[in-house]
């Protein structure tokens, strides 16, 4: 049995998961940070994290369908406001639209079409499966470990400044608008985070508590890297996209046999 550990040794434990395992580790990341990817590589990756960006909303919501505490629904309710919007046209309120949105702008500036990238026809099998781990995951654990799920989002700003400095030296398609999710994230997530630590630091009350905690945690750098593996699989190598899954125009897909 594990001891009690103090709030310092406890966010420290927390950190050390992000150190050893988050996905900016992952050459996936590397490659499309480093300006190694080919364009569809990139459509490939936009369109599939998609699913993801689209699933956090639903995943919040889910938490606070189990939050008993009005001043705790309110301030969740800021992250599912982030990321639908208060609209959808920019002009002459740009600071409402939504991470939905400015993702696809992203897909947009990539040349991909906006409704086949909504129908989620072309993500690949292991994506569905990871994002929708992440949304069981909040239903059917406490609240502490959905919230303790989340943080992630310590990690997030370095890989998203990461990101900003990579594609803009080595994409062409790098400009305001495809940036611009990454950007106001930069604002936002320090904010979520803030909260969800401090929320996970003050209610694990017990070393069972704070070791579920840390579960949670690595539970998501799991579905977060999952997701990485399967693009690798599908787009660089050994390059076998799964039958159904988006293919890059520049890619000749395997024929599947039986
Ligand atoms: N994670 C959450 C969450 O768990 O609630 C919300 C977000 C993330 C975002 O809005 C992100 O943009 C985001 N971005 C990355 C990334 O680009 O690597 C990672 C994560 C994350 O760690 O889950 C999030």
């Known amino acids: 049995m594990s001891e009690f550990l ?18 900016d580790l992952h050459p996936f990341h590397q490659q499309l940070h ?4 080919e364009k569809g590589q990139i459509q490939a990756w936009a369109l599939n994290r998609f699913y993801y960006q689209v699933s956090i909303p639903r995943k919040d919501l889910t938490i606070m369908s189990r939050m008993d505490d009005p001043k705790l629904r309110r301030a969740w309710m800021q992250r599912v406001l982030d990321h639908d ?22 897909t947009d500036g990539l040349g991909l079409d906006r409704d086949y990238v909504i129908s989620l026809e072309g993500i ?5 499966y990871a994002v929708d ?29 990461e990101r900003i400095a990579g594609f803009e030296k080595n994409y062409a398609f790098a400009n305001d608008s495809t940036l611009s999710y990454f950007r106001k994230r930069l604002d936002e997530a320090p904010r979520d985070v803030e909260f969800g630590l401090n929320y996970v630091l003050t209610n694990a009350r017990t070393a069972e508590q704070q070791r579920q905690c840390l579960r949670a945690l690595r539970f998501k750098t799991e579905l977060l890297w999952a997701q990485l593996d399967a693009l690798h699989h599908a787009y660089v190598t050994p390059n076998l996209i799964p039958p159904g899954a988006f293919v890059p125009a520049d890619m000749r897909p395997t024929e599947y046999r039986r």
């Open 6 to 23: 103090s709030v310092d040794a406890f966010r420290d434990a927390l950190h050390a998961i992000g150190e050893r395992q988050y996905h």
């Open 34 to 37: 480093g300006g190694q990817l």
């Open 85 to 106: 919007g208060l609209n959808d046209h920019g002009q002459p309120d740009e600071g409402k639209v939504g991470g939905i949105e400015r993702w696809l702008r992203l």
């Open 124 to 128: 690949l099998p292991a994506t569905r």
């Open 133 to 161: 781990a992440y949304v069981n995951f909040v239903r059917d654990h406490s609240l502490l470990e959905a919230v303790a799920s989340s943080l992630t989002e310590l990690f997030a700003p370095s890989i998203h400044r």
